[in-house]
Structure formats: C-alpha cells, structure tokens
C-alpha cells in the first residue's frame, strides 16, 4: 500500500517535471522575441541585445531550462517582462480569487447534482424525475458565457431597475473580514459556473444510481427488511462515489477553462484573467508560472482521486 | 404446521408490450421444516412467484391470497412487510458474487440484517454474526467477520448468505437458483448446509431451481412450473419418478443424466410468450400426448394416489401414458473407426507473468503441462471446474491465444506461429463455438451476415451465392432460412446457439471446439441441442472437443474424456471406464457430487476446506 502510495507521488512529480519541460520547449521554439517585446518598439538593436543578456535569452535553452527549474524549486518563478513584478506575487495576488470561485463553485455542483440525480433515480419516470431531467438539459445546453451574461441581466440589471441590488455584478471581495459579503459577491459567479456541471452531475448520479438500485446486493438489502431508505443511501448511492470521483478528477483538472469565461463575465481578478493577460502580451515567465500552477492543482487532484479510490474500494484497498 | 398457504395466485407485470402473465392460478402449501422445491425452465415464473412471497415486486399486478402464519401478505401494509423481511421470511440470491454488497464487510452486513430486526447492541450483533459464520462452516469466523465479500470464495460466499438469511431464524426461507452459480462439487456442500440448517432451525425451505432432478432428490414436495403455470405438484419422489405431467416427463427425459446414449429425446419447440393470455394448456404445443381439447380448453386438475396433483387432460399419469413419451431419434450409426489423430496437444503451457501494482512480480500458471489427442470423427470432453483451465485450453488450441510452451497440431501442421496467410487457412479447419450464445453474436448484425461472414472473410462466396449458402447452413441447423433478415434478438437462446454453429459450419471445418454450448441453456432446449451436435457429427464426420462443468452433458456426447483441475489433466480414459471405475480422486469427488442421490444424502465431501478460500 505504501509502495503504492509512493509510487503515484513519484509518477505526480515526473508529470509536473516533464509540464515544465514542455512548456520551456513550447516557448523557446514559439515565434516572436520576447527580448524585443520587453524592451519596447523603439528600441536600438544594442539596447534589446541588452535586454536579451539581462534575461538570460542568449543562453543555450538547456541552460535556461535547469536555471529556471533551480529558481522554481527555491520559490522564485522569475518576474514578468510586463512590470518586472515577481511571477510568483503576480500569482498570490490573484489566488484567492480563483480559489474561491472554483471550491464554490464544485461544492455548488456537487450540492446541486447529486440530490437531484438521487431523487431522479429513486423514481424513474415520475414528475420530479421529468423535472430533474429538464433541468439536466437547461443545464447542459448553456454556454457559461451566456449563463453568466443572463444572470448579470436578471439578477442585477433588472432589480437595479427597479431600484435594489440583488447581486453586486461582480468583483471580489477576500473571505475575510467578512465572510457575507465574500459569498455574497461570488454568488453569481458560482452559479455560472456550476450549473453545467450540476446538470452532468445529476445526470451521471441519475445513470449510474438506476444501475446500482437493479443489482442483487440491492434486493438482498430489500429482503433484509431494511427501510427503503436505508437500501437507497447506505446502499445505493454508497456504490456510486466512485464512478463521481472519477468524474470529479477529470472535472477538476477542467474546471480552470471555466473560471477563465467566468472570470472575465464577472470582472473577477483571477488566474485566468491573468493568463489571458500574459499570452496577449507574450509574458513568458507568467505564462509558464500559471501552466505551472495549474499543472500542479491537476496532480495533486488527481493524487487526491487516487487515494479516495483506496478509501471507497475496499477491493483496491485489500 | 403449514407456514406458508398460496391460494390461487395470479401474477401480471406490466411492461412496454403489454402485461406478461408470469403467473396463472398457483396454489401450494409449505409446511414448518419442510423443504420445498419449485422447479421450471427461464421465464416459467418461479422467481417472480418468489419475489412475489418476499413482497418485492413494485408495480406487479397480483390477486390471490399469500397466507403466511395465517396471515395475507397482500394486504398488509408495506411497512408490516418490511418488518417480516429478512426476519421471518429470508431469501439467498442465485449469485453469492453479486448478492452481498462489495463496500461493506460480511460482519457489517449480517449485523445490520440483526440490527434491523431487534434492538441489540453492536458488539452483541457481532458476536451472532460469528456465531452464525460460524455454524455454516466458515473456519475462523472471528477473524474473518471483518473481511470484505470479494475476500471469499463463490461457495464461501453463498455460506455467507446463507448466515445473513438465517441468522434471525426465520419460518420461511426462499433460496432462488442458491447453487447456479456455483461449481459442482461445491453445490453438494451448499445444498447438505442447507438441507443441515432446516432441520436445526426448524425453518421452511422453498427452493427455486431448473434443476429438477437436483430438486426431486432432495426436496419433500416439488412443484413444476412452465410459462406461469403449476403443471405437477407432488412429493418429490413422485414426481422424479413417476411424473404426472408430459412436460414433467419430457424435462427429465431430455436431461443427458440418464444411462441413455445417442441422441436425446428432446421437448421440440420453446416455451410460449407470457404476453398472451393462454386459453388452453401451455405446453399443447410441445406436448407429444396433446390432443384436439389439449389445444382448446383449460386443462383440470387431476389428483393421483400418491398425492400427485397435475393440469393436464390426461386421465392417467404421462408416465404411464404411451404417447407422451418423447419420441426418441434413431440411434446414430456407428462412427467408422479410425486413428488418424487430427488434434495433437503436447505438453502445453501457459503462464501469465508480470508486476502486480506494488511491483512485487507475479507468475501464474494457468496451465501447467496439458496433452491430449482427439482422433477424427470423435468427441474428447474436457471436464473441470471453473478456473481450471479448460477454456484458456480451448484458445489455445484454436490458435487464438500463444502458449508459453509446448505444441499445438491440427492435422499435422503447428497452429503456432502462422503466417497471416496460414492463419486464415487454418480457419477453415478448426472453428470455435462458444458458451453465452447472447454475448457471442453481434446484437446489431443480421443473422445472415454473422452466418455469412466466414464465407466473406475468407472469400469463398459472394452475393447470391453466399445467400444460398447461408441458407442451406440455416435449414442443416435447423433454422427457418426464411429468418435470414433478422437480428440475433429476434431469437431465443437455443436459436442463437444454431446461429453459431452454423456459422462455427460454414467453412466445412473438420474440427470444431464447443466451450460450454448448451450451460447457458434450459434442460428442453439442450436436448435439442446436443442432438443437433451429435447428428451434425454423424453426417458430417466432424471431430469435437467439447468442454463443459457439466459431467453429464459431457458424458452424453463424449467418447472419451480428460479431467482437469487446477491446470494439468488429472484423469484421462474412455468415457463408460472414466465413470465405472474413476481412478483420481478428484474424478470421485466430481462424479458423487454430480450424483442427486449422494447429494441427499448430505454425501461425505461437505468439508468446506475443500471448496477453498480466497480464489
């Protein structure tokens, strides 16, 4: 168990090295030369030559490559072209934004879907199923962009119309001192970005519940005269965690591309408005940090997923 | 003391097409510690009778009384039910594999059945629980009340459903196909538990199986069930050997345990659609004695001596009734003699290797140095039970699968390391056909092009002549050719199983390995089955290997047979000496548990050691 355990942070931190590899590569071969962009459009050849030794870019890639790992690994993911601000400030600053936008976000779904898939498939056919169903299909047939752009129409330019503000249109405020208004103002976010996921996930729960509920383990918990509510959630839903968290794994690793949209819907200074800052401006150090990051979130996600696996099956487990 | 009276019980499950009439007018009556048997083919209605009594069937349409300590099960209100579930009336699933939960373990399990009935602490239910695991023969039951079901062995595991049914000492028990799933010799162990646990407990029994001749043996009264009907209910002796019913008589004519050799007399037909409401007998259609008012009217009830009651319009019973004797095809011809040897396995191997997920390697032996030579126009039967070996043997020789070691070859030439070009030739010679004849054929495929495949593949026949083709395979297996258009799901199992030996047929193979062909198969469609191979071997001069679990099949259609256990052959000889005069062990041990009458006797293997632990 232990060996295993070992072996997939090992396999964690060889896909993070090789990201990093690949990114470097990526952008050393890519065109344009950032040398240039740093030192601006009237600059002499002599001062972008200048500019060029100052960063290191006339240095053969490999050099580059093991010079910027060392610098990663002590903390130090360089500073960007843009404002010479160091990449991993530019970061932090932006991290809590995103953090709480995505943790709200997927705890948002994951309340929204489960039950109702749950309730789907206690009654296949019935009103609520048909009902959970439509909103399966709602959810899954809008765009984020256009669930964001919606929900800023009626829940803040209509009531602000009429005179009140329902929801703030956007901005963040940190968690602390104040905790109401933080949620608050990341409540439509959150929305936007959950509910298609909610709906894939009242789907799936839906799917792989009818499954479980015709097994035999599932009569035999009939035929022990347990209440039909035991049958359900000790029973039933306890046999889907897993396929969830596998789809919660891979969702994750997603869930960046969704807070980009929302992010900029909502005016939310977060990672993804950053990245979406630094390809526009060919930032390469802030680009490879935030490739970084977001590698990392993915793994360790990933290393999460493994270990739940360990912790729900216990035919892994023994 | 009659625990459970049934009373004139109909049953109607709505479904897409209509309503399935799945039981029509069943009575019977159960007695404390008695042990009753329900016996019938797929779709006779025997499980939904079951789940019936257990109040598990949501949405079912049902009249009728279900009496039950004199009281009416269909009127009382779910939650009454509920309480007697699981602790007067329990039930033990077909398959031990899927009927405990994978998530918890056993002790959790049996527990919570306790628990929910009575007001126990934990500690107190866990110690019943060892009790219990203990009682029906699992060694160390304090330990192993904390493992996890897929920790258990197949027969471990139905021991252990056996402990969670009975643990709260229920008057009734229903254990449906409780041994189906499992290998023969651990059935045996099963059913003496079983038979073992009633008369400690004083619990009643009702088993549910297609087993009639396992169900006659054992069973104090036994009731035979056919598309929703009871056709014959008597002691069970009785109805083994003196069946009331023609279908009754046709089942146990047609099941390849009798000292009968050649061809089967086979119930011709399938059973009918419970869509349709029946007007008149069921089993008219198929039934050798039926006459003009068999076809029209509803048969009555006719009560015999020996407390033999049947629904038929035969005034005696069909045991003694000349024409409901299944006819019996002509014997075959002698097959010419010969010693050409056209399969010739030499000390085959095979091991799979590897790293297991923690890196530790890990070699297993799945064959462990098999021989064997099948001379031409025979059958050689490989028997064993599941994990032997004996269908990884079966690739092998059809070249489907590299040995590690050791040689295969058909009619003189190595089946291993063939070109693509030989490959496909020796397609032509050695044809597969295999045992789920559902999973086998491609749902969305017409049948005429599954049958016509190998003709395309190999290019041998094209457009109209590969149409013709087809159809000449279709009518030698004995299917309407007309069906030509249709899909694999618009036939039953026994139909699908000629679908694939017309296609295993279609390249004019001199050898052909059945795996398993008819277990999938009810008792009246395996006759026919067996038949139609045995016929195809005499005309054609076809040369088989034939695998199955099931001695007797084995023996029906075998002339001679290899015994295999843990993947080497550990017996080997002519059919008749094989089963005279067995000289392994383990062939011993196969055959007393294939036997009905040792199995009644509670027989002397039921040493749960032997059925293993952890597989």
């Not at chain 1, 479980?212 to 039933?236: F, N, P, Q």
């Not at chain 2, 056993?106 to 527990?111: P, Y």
């Not at chain 2, 089963?579 to 027989?603: C, I, M, N, V």
Request: charged share 20%; with cysteine.
């Amino acid at each position: 168990m232990i060996r295993f355990i070992a072996s997939r942070i090992g396999f964690a931190a060889l896909v993070l090295v090789m990201l990093s590899g690949f990114v470097f590569t990526l952008f050393f071969v890519a065109p344009g030369d950032p040398a240039r962009i740093v030192a601006g459009e009237r600059a002499t050849e002599a001062q972008v030559a200048q500019v060029r030794e100052n960063l290191g870019l006339d240095r053969p890639i490999i050099e580059q490559y093991f010079s910027f790992v060392g610098r990663s690994l002590s903390g130090d993911l360089g500073y960007s072209y843009r404002n010479q601000q160091p990449v991993l400030e530019l970061i932090k600053n932006r991290m809590p934004a995103t953090i709480s936008l995505c943790v709200g976000a997927v705890v948002l779904w994951l309340l929204m879907g489960i039950p109702i898939g749950i309730m789907s498939a206690r009654r296949p056919g019935s009103l609520v199923d048909r009902l959970g169903q439509g909103f399966v299909l709602i959810g899954v047939s809008f765009p984020s962009f256009v669930l964001g752009m919606a929900a800023l129409y009626f829940l803040y330019f209509v009531p602000r119309q009429a005179g009140f503000t329902l929801f703030p249109p956007g901005g963040f405020r940190p968690f602390l001192p104040n905790p109401g208004l933080w949620a608050w103002h990341l409540m439509l976010p959150w929305f936007t970005l959950a509910l298609t996921s909610a709906a894939i996930y009242a789907r799936l729960t839906r799917g792989q519940l009818l499954e479980v509920l015709g097994e035999d383990y599932i009569r035999t918990a009939r035929a022990k005269g347990l209440s039909e509510r035991k049958v359900v959630y000790k029973h039933g839903v306890r046999s889907i965690f897993s396929p969830l968290t596998t789809q919660l794994g891979a969702d994750i690793a997603a869930l960046l591309g969704g807070a980009l949209v929302t992010e900029q819907v909502f005016g939310l200074q977060g990672i993804g408005s950053l990245a979406v800052q630094s390809v526009q401006t060919q930032d390469r150090p802030v680009i490879i940090g935030v490739v970084m990051l977001a590698g990392f979130f993915i793994v360790i996600a990933n290393l999460i997923v493994d270990f739940l696996y360990i912790l729900l099956d216990p035919r892994i487990r023994t | 003391m009659t625990v459970l009276s049934v009373r004139n019980l109909n049953i109607d499950l709505p479904s897409g097409d209509g309503h399935v009439h799945a039981a029509r007018d069943v009575s019977f009556d159960v007695e404390a510690e008695e042990l009753f048997g329900i016996a019938g083919e797929s779709g006779s209605g025997k499980s939904v009778l079951s789940q019936a009594i257990m109040g598990l069937l949501p949405g079912a349409i049902i009249s009728g009384e279900i009496l039950f300590e004199g009281r009416n099960l269909l009127d009382l209100p779910p939650r009454e039910m509920q309480r007697l579930r699981g602790n007067r009336i329990a039930m033990i699933s077909q398959d031990p594999l899927s009927g405990l939960h994978p998530f918890y373990t056993v002790g959790a399990q049996i527990t919570e059945a306790i628990r929910t009935h009575r007001k126990v602490s934990e500690a107190e239910a866990l110690q019943e629980a060892v009790d219990i695991l203990g009682r029906v023969g699992i060694h160390d039951p304090d330990k192993r009340v904390h493992d996890y079901p897929h920790q258990f062995s197949g027969g471990m595991r139905q021991r252990v459903m056996i402990a969670m049914a009975i643990v709260l000492r229920p008057a009734l028990l229903i254990a449906d196909e409780p041994t189906t799933a499992l290998d023969v010799t651990v059935q045996a162990q099963i059913i003496s538990l079983l038979n073992q646990m009633r008369r400690e407990l004083g619990t009643a029994i009702i088993m549910v199986t297609h087993d009639l001749e396992l169900l006659s043996s054992i069973a104090d009264h036994a009731m035979v069930m056919y598309a929703g009907n009871r056709m014959e209910l008597g002691p069970g002796e009785a109805v083994l050997t003196a069946p009331a019913h023609p279908y009754t008589l046709g089942l146990l004519r047609s099941s390849p345990n009798h000292e009968s050799r050649g061809a089967l007399p086979s119930i011709p037909g399938q059973p009918p659609s419970l869509l349709i409401e029946q007007k008149a007998c069921a089993f008219a259609p198929r039934c050798a004695a039926a006459m003009d008012i068999c076809h029209k009217e509803r048969p009555p009830l006719r009560n015999f001596a020996d407390g033999t009651r049947s629904l038929c319009w035969l005034e005696d019973k069909a045991s003694n009734t000349a024409a409901a004797l299944p006819a019996i095809p002509e014997e075959p011809p002698a097959v010419a003699q010969s010693s050409d040897i056209v399969v010739k396995v030499s000390d085959v191997r095979l091991t799979y290797g590897g790293r297991s997920l923690f890196g530790k390697s890990i070699n297993l032996d799945v064959l462990k140095g098999v021989s064997l030579e099948l001379p031409r126009g025979k059958t050689l039967g490989i028997v064993g039970e599941s994990g032997c070996g004996k269908s990884t043997l079966a690739r092998i020789i059809a070249g489907l699968l590299p040995p590690t070691s050791g040689d295969v070859t058909i009619e003189g030439q190595s089946v291993l390391g063939l070109e693509r070009h030989d490959w496909v030739e020796m397609r032509k010679r050695v044809q597969m056909v295999f045992q789920d004849p559902f999973g086998s054929l491609n749902p969305r495929r017409r049948v005429g092009s599954i049958i016509g495949d190998p003709f395309r593949i190999q290019k041998v026949a094209h457009g109209a002549a590969r149409k013709n083709k087809v159809r000449e395979l279709m009518e030698i297996v004995g299917l309407n050719p007309e069906h030509y258009n249709r899909f694999p799901s618009e036939f039953s199992g026994g139909q699908r199983q000629r679908i694939g030996i017309a296609r295993a047929l279609a390249l004019n193979p001199s050898i052909i390995i059945f795996d398993e062909p008819v277990s999938a198969l009810d008792v009246s469609i395996q006759a026919q089955i067996l038949n139609l191979i045995a016929r195809l071997q005499r005309e054609l001069g076809l040369s088989y290997l034939f695998i199955s679990h099931d001695l007797a099949v084995v023996r029906h259609v075998s002339s001679e047979i290899l015994v295999m256990k843990a993947g080497q052959v550990v017996e080997r000889g002519e059919t008749e000496a094989l089963y005279h005069h067995p000289q392994h062990p383990y062939t011993r041990e196969l055959l007393a548990a294939a036997d009905p009458h040792y199995r009644k006797s509670g027989g002397g293997l039921a040493d749960p050691q032997s059925s293993g632990a952890t597989p």
